[in-house]
């Protein structure tokens, strides 16, 4: 490659683009799809050995602002929000896209960074990025860079996880402390005037979630990104028709992010995540599963937070110290854009 | 859906976002897989009948400026251009993925209407749009709207599409004029003095692929988008170490898109197309398959432009009206940004 920055003819199709691609993105995702240079990638049904096992497909834009942050980058972070989309719905994630909009004079060593960032991720979650593409637009067009990642998983043919598998009674876990990413962001956005080294939960849970799923039965996950954990929770409620009822002192929550949120008037439970899930448990399975991720490095602080009951108005209710209850209702706008 | 514009809450994770794809997305998109409102679509491998079938995995993002032109639209071009990907490769298109990055301040009846475009032309070629994402950016952090969309095709076992089948002795077919796609967007950009009528070729090029192969033996082919007919051939020339000669006279161009690149020292050979595909074709089943694509709607223009030869130095020529012979060079820069 030639020159420092990223310009208008690295997205032409042309010579300068094809340099691009075989001077970075093959270069650091390196594998044989990638490597033919054809505009797709041709894969093997033989990974998906059963004809009884379903396909997963899942797709997400990350936009995220700043593009580096204490705890990871856009690049880590597009490879495990896909990740985590597979391996939430029971999918073994396997295979990766990556699209890239990349605004014109954006420093290649910055680009190069991201990149080798996405590989080592992708590599960490046991998944390839086979196939690609690049777009350069004119200089304020876009922010610096923006990265899509579509992605494919296999089912196996036993699993049934979703909405519809939730049940008055189960307990409602979740894998560690509440609003890291978020407070991380606003660290990294210089926004606080008060210092903190909070880092980003920003991590693929494939692995996690397998071994929840080996522990006991799993009805339904959910990543708790934008929206927090009460997206996930209304979503839940509102699809299944049950209620949740949450417990304030059984909430995991970084003491930091805990301050943060108090002096910034944010909720916890509102607050992006990038590294944790938030599960439907039959009751009887919960202990072994909780047991499970606590054994796992992204599980240490895992908790049982709740339960589900069928209580007559669908409803999230969130229990406080003293026995009080509060309503704890879908987020309606946004507590903080451009958060992945 | 409250307002007339797009808000930074659509983007949210929240209420607001879960009204959006409700009112827009499932509505227009209309699927099973959609309407679950899982972060993934979870398909039946029964699709892909034979195990030793491939998997075709597809990815592009669209930042076209601007986003309506004579012909079509983002959304028409953003499902168009995935579809010919995968078809290209030999593959049945199946499943799309959609991911939007919208500015805030966008008309929601804009978005309406390119979503529907997009439902519209899904539709035309067959394929089903299952998942898809939501991000939305402050203004001025993308230009309107940039969408994502990605592919799954399932190849069948007796199909082997690709660089390293083509031959010297194959013949070189397109499917109609080059250039219509560039000069309709230099148009609708009102860059030009001149007014004109030329409408984009944006289209689904499946159908006719599959004719294609039905009438015989296809070696590789290419949709023909940045970088033209130039960058197609030059990649085939430079993977395959073989010649490529082209015939100036035998290139089917509208006598307007011919006009406007006289006029601005264009080549229309690197000019891009949206729904032109370069296919290489075994010597002895050029003229069915030119047959073929001459029966079709979108390949009524077809004509072969060309062969593939041995010759000692690898590159593209393009013979003259007068016997005379020019190298044709990969492009280097862009001719057009944001062309696509």
Redesign the interface.
């Given at each position: 490659m030639t020159g420092t920055k990223i310009?208008?003819?690295h997205?032409?199709?042309?010579?300068?683009?094809?340099q691009l691609i075989k001077d970075l993105f093959v270069k650091y995702f390196n594998n044989p799809h990638l490597s033919?240079?054809?505009?797709?990638?041709?894969?093997?049904?033989?990974s998906?050995s059963n004809?009884?096992?379903?396909?997963?497909?899942?797709?997400?834009?990350?936009?995220i602002?700043p593009i580096t942050f204490n705890g990871g980058d856009i690049g880590k972070l597009a490879v495990c929000g896909t990740v985590n989309?597979?391996a939430?719905?029971g999918?073994i994630p396997k295979?990766l896209?990556?699209?890239?909009?990349i605004e014109e004079g954006l420093d290649l060593a910055t680009l190069e960074l991201i990149v080798k960032s996405m590989a080592q991720q992708a590599e960490r979650a046991g998944v390839s990025i086979?196939?690609?593409?690049t777009?350069?637009?004119?200089k304020?067009?876009?922010?610096k860079l923006?990265i899509?990642t579509?992605g494919?998983?296999v089912?196996p043919e036993n699993r049934c996880l979703?909405?519809s598998q939730v049940q008055a009674g189960d307990k409602v876990l979740v894998n560690g402390t509440l609003g890291d990413h978020a407070t991380a962001i606003l660290q990294a956005r210089g926004e606080l005037a008060l210092s903190g080294d909070i880092s980003s939960d920003c991590a693929a849970l494939n692995e996690l979630t397998e071994l929840m799923q080996v522990a006991g039965k799993v009805h339904a996950m959910?990543?708790a990104?934008?929206?927090?954990v009460a997206?996930v929770c209304n979503?839940i409620s509102e699809?299944s028709q049950l209620s949740i009822c949450l417990k304030e002192t059984q909430l995991p929550i970084h003491q930091e992010v805990r301050a943060v949120s108090e002096m910034l008037g944010l909720d916890p439970l509102l607050m992006?995540n990038e590294g944790k899930l938030v599960a439907f448990v039959a009751a009887e399975n919960a202990d072994a599963v909780l047991a499970a991720m606590q054994s796992h490095p992204l599980g240490k602080q895992a908790a049982c937070i709740g339960e589900v009951s069928d209580a007559t108005t669908p409803q999230v209710v969130v229990e406080g110290l003293y026995g009080t209850h509060r309503q704890l209702q879908?987020?309606?706008?946004?507590?903080l854009?451009?958060i992945c």
């Open positions: 310009t208008l003819a997205g032409s199709g042309g010579l300068a683009m094809q033919l240079m054809e505009d797709q990638a041709q894969l093997s049904l033989a998906f004809s009884t096992d379903k396909l997963a497909f899942a797709t997400d834009s990350f936009v602002d989309d597979l939430v719905g999918a295979y896209s990556a699209g890239f909009i086979v196939t690609g593409d777009k350069v637009v004119h304020g067009a876009c922010d923006f899509n579509s494919i998983g089912i979703g909405v959910r990543d990104t934008r929206g927090g997206a979503e699809s992006a879908m987020p309606v706008g946004e507590q854009p451009r």
